[in-house]
C-alpha cells in the first residue's frame, strides 16, 4: 500500500494499537483482497454455525415437547418437523403448511403452529443480520487507525549532503512551514475536521489548545504596548505521543508534551530610529545610499548593532504585507540577542516586524498592529459617492513572543520545568524516563527544535499573515477584526503544532523530498523500533480485524458445531444412564421420529424387508435385502402402500405374507387399500 509517493506503505499483518489497550487493541490488518476472502469465509462460517444451533434448538425443543401419552395429529407431525428439519427455512415452510391444512378439523390449528414458523423466520432473519455484522462489526477492530512503515525512517540530517548542509535545512523549513500552515489553515480551523479528507493523515486532525487574552506582559514593563494583561497567551493541552500523536507504544512507555507561547505588540518610539543611508559603511543590507530607514533595535542581530531596518521605499513601491522574524534560542550565542529587557532566561524568544506598506483599507481597524489611524478621502466626483481610505499610519509593528516547552511522565504525574527547546534534554532528566521513553522524547524534541513560532512564518514574508488573503490590487477588502493581531499569531500556533504532528509522522515515513544523504537513519534498536510503530489514520484501503472478535467467533461457533455433532449421544446417555428408565423414552422418541426411522417402522408394520438392524441409529438397514414397495397399484386420489408386491429371496409377497397366509391389507368398499391392523405384528 503506498502512503505519499515516498515509498511509505501502511503495514498489513498482526500488531496490537496499544491504544485501546493489549486485549481489545490486538488487530490483524489485511490488503483488500485478503479482507474479502476473511470476511466471507466469516460470513460463511457463522451461517454453518447458525445451522448447527438451529440443530440444537430443534432438539431442545423436541426433547421439551415429547411426553407418553397420546398426542393428536398436529402434535406428531410437529415433532417430526421439529426432528427433521434441516433448516430454519424449511421448518417454517412445514409449520406454515400444516396451519393451511389442518384449519377446521383441529383445535386452534393456526395458534399452535403459526408461531413456531415466526419464530423460524425470525431465526434466518437474525442470522442473515448476523453473518453480515460479524463481518463488518463484530469482528472488525476498534482501532481506526494502521501502522506504516517506510524504508527511509529517520529524522532530517544537518550534517548536509547533496544539497548543501545549512542551507538544505532552511529550504525544508521553509516547505514545512508552507505544508503545516495550509494543514493548519484547514484542519484547525474547520469544525468538522475528522470529516475533512485533507485532514484524514494524523490519529488526530488537530491538537487542542487553549487561548487567554489577558495575561501577563512576558518582558519588562514598558516593553508590551497597551493596557496590562493585554498580552495573548496560547498553550496546548498535554499532547499524549500514544493517543495524540500515534507513537504506538505501550501506555507505560508513552509520554506527554506540552508547548506554550506568549506574544505581544511591542512599543516602537523608543526603540526606532530614523535615518538616511548616507554610505555602504552604514551596513543596512535593504537600503541604498540616500534611502530613508527606519532601525529598530530590540537588541543586535547578526553582525549589526540592530535588529530591523525598514525601507520607506516599500510604502511607494506597491509591496502589500511583510512580516520579517528574527528568533532568539535560550543558550545560544548566534543570531538575534535580545535586549535585557527582552530576554528570558526560561524561554525562547522571537520577534516579528509586520508593516502594511503601500496598502489602503476598505475599512476602519483599530487593531494594535493595523491600526487603520489615518484616513484619507479623494476630492467628489460629479455623479459618483465620495469615498474614504484607511490606511496604517504606524510604519511598522513588532510582535515579540516567547516559546516554552514541557514535558511531563504520566507514570509519576512529574513534570519538567518549562523552557526553550534546547535545554530540554537537560530538564527531563529528572523525569525518570524509561529507555523507550528516552527514545519517545528524542522524537518529539528533534520535532520541538523547530517548533517555535519563529518557524511558522520563517521564509514566507506577508504571506503568513491571514489578513493577506483579503488582499487585492493593494487594497485590504475585508473588514479586519480589532484583535486581528491575536488571530495572527494563533494562526502561527496551530502551524507550530502541526509542524509537530507533520515532524512526528515524518520520522517514520522519512523526510519528504530529501535524498537519502540527508536523512539519520536509527543508531540502535530502540530508534529502529520507532520506525515500526507510528500510527496514521490513513487506511489506504486495508481492512483491520479484531484478533479478539474473530476469537469469539471462532470459539463460540467451534463450541456450537461440536455440541451439535455430539448433543444426541451426550443427552441419551444422560437420559438412560443417569436419570434412570423414566426419561429414557425422550430419547427413544428422537431416535424414532427420525425420517429413516419412521420409513423403517412403516415398512416393518406392512410386513416388508423382514428383519432391520441399527433401529437406535441414524440409518437403519435392512438385513435380507432384496426388492420391495412400489407404486404400481398404487391409487393417485387417495394413496396407500400395500398394493405392490415383495419379492424376497424369490418369495412373492404381493398377496400375503406367504404361500396359503392371508394377507395384512385389505380392501374397503371403494378398493382403497389399508393395514388389517389386527393382523400385522
Known amino acids: 500500500m503506498s502512503l505519499g509517493g515516498q515509498g511509505a506503505y501502511i503495514y498489513t499483518g498482526p500488531w496490537i494499537d496499544y491504544s485501546q489497550g493489549v486485549v481489545w487493541g490486538s488487530t490483524i490488518t489485511l490488503s483488500p483482497r485478503d479482507a474479502q476472502v476473511l470476511g466471507s469465509f466469516l460470513a460463511a462460517y457463522v451461517t454453518v454455525v447458525g445451522s448447527q444451533l438451529w440443530k440444537i434448538i430443534t432438539f431442545a425443543a423436541h426433547q421439551f415437547r415429547a411426553h407418553r401419552g397420546p398426542s393428536d395429529g398436529i402434535h406428531h407431525q410437529q415433532q417430526v418437523i421439529l426432528r427433521n428439519s434441516a433448516s430454519p427455512s424449511g421448518a417454517a415452510l412445514s409449520f406454515f403448511q400444516q396451519a393451511w391444512y389442518w384449519r ?22 437474525v442470522f442473515a443480520v448476523l453473518s453480515v455484522f460479524t463481518s463488518s462489526q463484530v469482528t472488525t477492530s476498534h482501532s481506526a487507525t494502521r501502522l506504516v512503515r517506510s524504508p527511509r525512517c529517520g529524522q532530517l540530517s544537518l550534517a548536509g549532503g547533496e544539497a548543501g548542509g545549512v542551507p538544505a535545512f532552511s529550504i525544508r523549513n521553509l516547505n514545512s512551514s508552507l505544508l503545516a500552515s495550509s494543514y493548519a489553515r484547514v484542519c484547525y480551523a474547520s469544525g468538522d475536521a475528522a470529516s475533512n479528507l485533507q485532514c484524514g493523515v494524523y490519529v488526530r486532525p488537530n491538537l487542542p489548545w487553549t487561548a487567554n487574552a489577558a495575561a501577563a506582559c512576558p518582558f519588562e514593563d514598558g516593553t508590551c504596548l497597551g493596557e496590562p494583561n493585554t498580552s495573548f497567551e496560547m498553550k496546548s493541552d498535554l499532547i499524549d505521543s500514544l493517543h495524540d500523536l500515534g507513537i504506538n507504544t505501550p501506555e507505560h512507555d508513552r509520554l506527554q508534551y506540552r508547548k506554550t507561547a506568549v506574544c505581544s505588540v511591542l512599543h516602537t518610539k523608543q526603540f526606532a530610529q530614523n535615518v538616511t543611508v548616507e554610505s555602504e559603511a552604514q551596513q543596512i543590507a535593504t537600503a541604498r545610499i540616500g534611502d530613508d530607514v527606519f532601525l529598530y533595535d530590540y537588541g543586535p542581530s547578526a553582525l549589526v548593532n540592530y535588529t530591523y531596518a525598514y525601507n520607506l521605499n516599500l510604502q511607494t513601491d506597491g509591496v502589500p504585507y511583510t512580516a520579517v522574524g528574527y528568533l532568539s534560542v535560550l543558550g545560544s550565542e548566534t543570531g538575534w540577542q535580545p535586549m535585557p529587557a527582552l530576554n528570558r532566561t526560561d524561554a525562547d524568544v522571537s520577534i516579528t516586524f509586520i508593516s502594511s506598506n503601500s496598502l489602503t483599507y476598505d475599512y476602519p481597524c483599530q487593531d494594535p498592529v493595523f491600526n487603520t489611524s489615518a484616513s484619507y478621502t479623494p476630492p467628489p466626483t460629479p455623479g459618483v459617492s465620495a469615498t474614504t481610505f484607511y490606511y496604517v499610519e504606524q510604519v511598522v509593528s513588532p510582535i515579540a513572543c516567547t516559546d516554552q516547552h514541557q514535558f511531563c511522565n504520566p507514570n509519576t504525574g512529574v513534570c519538567s520545568t518549562p523552557t526553550g527547546a534546547f535545554r530540554l534534554p537537560e530538564a527531563v532528566e529528572s523525569l525518570g524516563l524509561s529507555l523507550t521513553q528516552q527514545v519517545v522524547f ?16 520563517f521564509g514566507r514574508g506577508g504571506s503568513a499573515l491571514r489578513a493577506s ?103 441419551g446417555f444422560v437420559q438412560r444412564r443417569l436419570m434412570g428408565k423414566g426419561a429414557s423414552w425422550r430419547n427413544l422418541n428422537w431416535v424414532l421420529d427420525d425420517k429413516l426411522q419412521l420409513q423403517r417402522m412403516l415398512f416393518e408394520s406392512l410386513g416388508w424387508a423382514g428383519e432391520w438392524r441399527n433401529e437406535r441409529g441414524s440409518i437403519p438397514v435392512n438385513e435380507a435385502g432384496g426388492r420391495f414397495g412400489g407404486w404400481d397399484d398404487v391409487d393417485d386420489g387417495n394413496p396407500r402402500l400395500g398394493r405392490a408386491g415383495l419379492t424376497m429371496g424369490g418369495i412373492g409377497m404381493g398377496q400375503g405374507q406367504g404361500q396359503g397366509e392371508e394377507s395384512p391389507f385389505m380392501q374397503d368398499e371403494k378398493g382403497r387399500s389399508h393395514v388389517n391392523v389386527g393382523e400385522v405384528q
Open 469 to 571: 488573503e483579503t488582499v487585492n490590487d493593494e487594497v485590504q477588502t475585508a473588514q479586519l477584526a480589532n484583535n486581528q493581531w491575536t488571530l495572527e499569531v494563533s494562526s502561527w500556533f496551530e502551524t507550530s503544532l502541526a509542524r509537530l504532528q507533520q515532524g512526528i509522522l515524518s520520522y517514520a515515513t522519512g523526510p519528504p523530498n530529501v535524498p537519502d544523504s540527508e536523512i539519520r537513519k536509527p543508531q540502535n534498536v530502540l530508534e529502529e523500533a520507532q520506525c515500526y510503530s507510528q500510527k496514521v489514520a490513513l487506511k489506504n484501503g486495508t481492512v483491520s480485524f479484531s484478533v479478539l472478535g474473530m476469537s469469539i467467533v471462532l470459539i463460540v461457533g467451534a463450541i456450537i458445531i461440536l455440541f451439535s455433532a455430539i448433543q444426541e449421544e451426550v443427552v
Open 442 to 457: 528524542t522524537r518529539i524534541f528533534g520535532t520541538a527544535l523547530s517548533s517555535d513560532l519563529y518557524y511558522s512564518t
Open 104 to 125: 377446521g378439523t383441529a383445535r386452534r390449528s393456526f395458534l399452535r403452529t403459526v408461531p413456531w414458523g415466526l419464530c423460524a423466520i425470525a431465526y434466518v432473519m
